[in-house]
């Protein structure tokens, strides 16, 4: 966008933008806050969005909607994340990346009162009490609670426990205590110090710090050893060995990694996908899947900073260590980035990983299901960006050759539509004019027969051609389509089998998707079945042949006849068999006594 196209009053708010980290916001004709971004160079990147002539289509409508702009000076690039983030929660600008969190995870609490409770929730806005979690299992947040229960009986019940009704004998002992679930505060039995000192090593084992807890618990046990309290020293022994056992199916990898971060992601056109785990001794304490809706072709390595920060807001973590499968421009102070390689930081990020893969394929099939349509979008929407194309790839045709030594040479052709195959559209070509194995030229026949038959009968042309092949291949596809007038009207590819490169033309560089790309299963499968249904026809052509072949040396007997015995019965063995009588009535009686003779 020129400056000429730029509002004077909007060009001389630019002008007088500082060269310091802040936040901008835009807004709208009608005053509404439509964008938030932060910058450690306020004035360069307000006056980048304008002075760029390579804007999105996205970008470039939002700048023609801005009328206000108002900035917010502070002292460091982090400030601006942390306060870029807290508006966008608030505000939820237009324009801005959106969390998608629709799923609610439970959480442990641990009430802030006298005598304090521990139970579990799921909403937590008006809950006065310090909060563990969220926990992605239910299961496993229910065995540490059940743990923590057989360890340390504390209460359940919600009397208010204040000094003075105890003093006044308000309560009286319930079946938790007969049964040996509390050690009935209430009525005096407990006091705060002892409860204190549970509530604390409660909090230990869910921030996954056991050794704390096993030290002081074996010092207790030993105590009770001494004092010949053997009964006591028993129970505590049970209690120890229940925290070793948890802990021995806690531990995800080796104990010294301690207040960790882990982050994986995965992003595709519309979504950005991230797992978080926080990892203390070894121990995944605090675990979650969040999706970041992307609104201006944001980069991953923007969506990542900003999902770290949103992350660290909301679980209230600080870690000096962050896992990552890549290293940000970002760097947050007091911490450090690590992409492992090998060894049990790279097995915890492919744990990560795993899980997101779940999340993300799960979130599909869903989407699949619910909203067809828009999984479908999404889709061809990935597949036109990964390809650079100009549109939808919503009809998709491939090309693969298949012959022995020359013979038999056909070309199958698979269609897909909007993602999908449609069997009805697959076409098979018999090579009339190439003789010998000749792949490039068998390639350009039936690519120029194709095309030629689709301008001729006014059918769609596809939005994408793969071809099943290296440079080679696609360089003769080429061939035919520049004779047709087409190679400018649709995107071509060719993709070679061993390393799955993607080949453009006149691009001596392959392009080398992601396994987990959707883009590469949708080429492979439209490859794959090319592949499948070229080998069926060809078998399908080399056994007419064979049968063909042996017919013919019947005198006699013409191509017509030749071609009616062998749709009737299908193989020699059955015409060989066949009675007189069903020979026949399927050729007439002299052919019949022919044929029964050669054979018998």
Not at 10 to 28: E, M, Q, R, T
Not at 366 to 388: G, R, V, Y
Not at 399 to 425: L, T, W
Not at 565 to 581: E, H, P, V, Y
Request: overall charge positive; aromatic content about 10%.
């Amino acid at each position: 966008m020129s400056s000429n196209n730029i509002l004077p009053h909007i060009l001389s708010i630019i002008k007088s933008l500082p060269h310091l980290p802040g936040v901008y916001c835009f807004y709208n004709k009608e005053n509404e806050l439509i964008y938030v971004g932060k910058a450690k160079n306020l004035f360069k990147r307000v006056n980048s969005y304008f002075t760029n002539k390579n804007q999105s289509h996205r970008i470039t409508l939002m700048i023609s909607k801005i009328f206000k702009i108002e900035t917010t000076k502070v002292n460091t690039e982090e400030d601006a994340l942390i306060l870029e983030n807290s508006l966008i929660k608030n505000r939820s600008p237009k324009y801005n990346i959106l969390l998608r969190d629709d799923k609610t995870y439970p959480w442990i609490l641990i009430k802030k009162e006298r005598f304090p409770r521990v139970f579990h929730a799921r909403q937590i806005q008006n809950e006065n009490a310090e909060v563990f979690g969220p926990y992605p299992s239910v299961s496993t947040m229910f065995v540490l609670l059940d743990l923590i229960k057989k360890i340390f009986p504390i209460r359940n019940c919600n009397y208010t426990l204040s000094e003075q009704n105890i003093m006044n004998q308000k309560f009286k002992s319930c079946l938790e205590y007969s049964i040996g679930n509390c050690k009935a505060p209430c009525i005096n039995l407990q006091t705060q110090a002892d409860y204190d000192k549970n509530i604390f090593k409660i909090k230990s084992i869910i921030k996954g710090d056991l050794q704390i807890v096993l030290q002081d618990l074996a010092n207790d046990m030993q105590l009770c050893a001494d004092q010949l309290k053997f009964e006591e020293a028993q129970e505590i022994k049970k209690k120890i060995e229940l925290l070793n056992k948890y802990q021995y199916k806690s531990v995800i990898v080796h104990p010294s990694i301690t207040n960790t971060e882990v982050y994986a992601t995965l992003s595709d056109e519309q979504v950005f996908y991230v797992t978080f785990f926080k990892i203390n001794n070894g121990i995944i304490i605090q675990a979650q899947t969040l999706e970041y809706k992307k609104k201006l072709e944001e980069t991953d390595g923007d969506m990542l900073v900003f999902a770290i920060n949103d992350i660290r807001i909301r679980f209230n973590t600080r870690s000096k260590e962050i896992i990552v499968p890549f290293e940000p421009t970002f760097q947050f102070d007091n911490t450090k980035y690590i992409v492992p390689k090998q060894g049990d930081k790279m097995r915890l990020l492919d744990l990560c990983f795993k899980n997101l893969n779940a999340f993300k394929t799960e979130r599909e099939k869903q989407l699949a299901l619910l909203n067809p349509d828009k999984h479908t979008e999404q889709l061809l929407l990935q597949i036109q960006k990964d390809l650079k194309m100009n549109s939808l790839p919503k009809r998709i045709e491939c090309f693969d050759n298949s012959n022995i030594q020359g013979a038999y040479a056909v070309s199958a052709m698979p269609v897909f539509i909007d993602g999908k195959p449609v069997k009805k559209e697959y076409r098979h070509f018999n090579v009339k004019t190439v003789e010998g194995p000749d792949d490039f030229a068998t390639m350009k026949e039936v690519v120029f027969r194709r095309y030629s038959r689709v301008i001729e009968e006014q059918l769609p042309l596809p939005n994408l051609i793969v071809i099943d092949g290296g440079k080679g291949q696609l360089s003769a596809a080429m061939d035919s389509l520049i004779k047709l007038n087409l190679h400018n009207q649709i995107t071509v590819i060719g993709i070679a089998k061993k390393l799955e490169e993607i080949f453009f033309p006149d691009d001596a560089i392959p392009l080398y998707l992601d396994k987990r790309s959707p883009t590469l299963k949708i080429i492979q499968h439209i490859r794959d079945e090319a592949h499948r249904f070229g080998i069926t026809h060809h078998r399908n052509k080399r056994s007419k042949e064979t049968f063909k072949s042996e017919l013919n040396l019947i005198n006699g007997i013409s191509e017509k006849t030749i071609i009616k015995l062998l749709s009737n019965f299908q193989s020699i063995d059955r015409i060989k068999a066949a009675s007189l009588n069903n020979l026949t009535d399927l050729i007439g009686k002299a052919k019949a006594k022919i044929v029964f003779e050669y054979y018998n």
